[in-house]
């Protein structure tokens, strides 16, 4: 069960911050630091598509899964995501 929603152009996708902010310093910055996004029910996301970041939460949930064209790690250090 989720407590926040990610939207993804037209997709909308319902995640725990908990979870993503373990396994990235961006998303702990922005739903736990004092930033616009901390309170925000619904967070654009702008650089980063629904099917990688989907990609991406099967390898957190499930330790498996298609990298595809952006690296774990880079999703861990928050590279390729900008919000706003």
Request: glycine share 6%; proline share 1%.
């Amino acid at each position: 069960m989720g407590n926040v929603t990610l939207v993804f152009r037209s997709k909308k996708l319902r995640v725990s911050k908990e979870l993503l902010a373990i396994h990235s310093s961006v998303f702990a910055a922005m739903f736990f630091d004092d930033s616009a996004e901390k309170n925000k029910e619904e967070i654009e996301i702008k650089d980063f598509d629904y099917e990688n970041f989907i990609n991406h939460l099967q390898i957190i949930y499930l330790k498996s899964g298609d990298f595809g064209s952006i690296s774990y790690a880079s999703f861990s250090a928050g590279i390729p995501i900008q919000y706003g």
